[in-house]
């Protein structure tokens, strides 16, 4: 239930991953105190991603960067393709008005772009595309890039249902990527049985599995599914090292003047919660540097 779970139907033209996504979501949306709407936004996005980067290769990285002018902010949401995944949002603690009685992603989020960013561990560069915001419901907006930027029809349902506490009861989604030189019958196939399925939310309340998400959407279409050995987990990468070159990259002006309060510093990693201290010893060596420097 852990792992994203991979499938092609027999002639290649689909592709697809499935997941359910509950655990992750609910550790991001913890750490990012995360209120009702950024919750709902913040697990779309993270399971887009997963979602995206069990398609890559090895050591492979997918980033999506949601950027809206509505009251949440910026969402971002990362995942590699062995499964670690995290992200964060401007304003986790954003509200606005129910629509037909739902959470309002699309208001929430606003106008704007989406950067897609990919990286592979040996490209200095990583690769990035940017599409508008289709309708800031970011299901729409990944398959509006997927489309745009890598010319690939996708049918793609990312969603959570929350509890009357406002926290993750379950989340998950599925992409279907139409690959090229896929027949205009297997494409009629999937638009009949994308019609006749069952509302995303509806499936999850259920407690349907990864097999069963999936069929709920291509119907009879025979999908095999491929080995991906990986478990979903919430990951970060940042470490004291990198809190270090944060405070550094502040510049000397501002170090002296934390110097000066007298206090060791804290960074806080926006990804994962966590808290590094940077004691006063330390912040004293990094101004001597920047003296030995100049
Ligand atoms: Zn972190």
Known sequence: ??????????????????????????????????????????GRAVTGAILM?????????????FRGNGPLGSIYAEA???GECRGWCDHPEA?????????????????????????????????????????SEIGDDIAYYLHQSHQTPSVIALGAVLNTDGQVEVAGGVLIELMPGASDAIISELEASVR??????????????????????????PMNPSEHPFDIKYTCRCSLDRAERSINMLGRDEIKEIVSLGVASNVRCDFCGRSYSISLERLREMLTQFDVMN
């Open 1 to 42: 239930m852990k792992r994203v779970h991979r499938f092609y139907s027999d002639n290649l033209f689909l592709r697809a991953t499935s997941v359910i996504s509950t655990d992750v979501v609910r550790e991001m949306c913890t750490i990012q105190k995360a209120a009702p709407l950024a919750t709902m936004a913040l």
């Open 53 to 65: 980067a069990a398609q890559l290769r090895d050591k492979q990285v997918v980033a999506l960067h």
């Open 80 to 82: 590699s393709y062995e």
């Open 95 to 135: 509200a606005v008005p129910f629509k037909n009685g739902r959470i309002d992603v699309a208001a929430g989020l606003g106008i704007g772009l989406l950067n897609v960013i990919r990286s592979q561990p040996f490209e200095k560069a990583p690769h990035i595309g940017t599409v508008e915001l289709a309708t």
């Open 196 to 221: 006749t399925a069952k509302p995303l939310a509806e499936m999850l309340s259920n407690g349907c599995n990864p097999i069963e998400l999936l069929t709920n959407f291509v119907g009879t279409i």
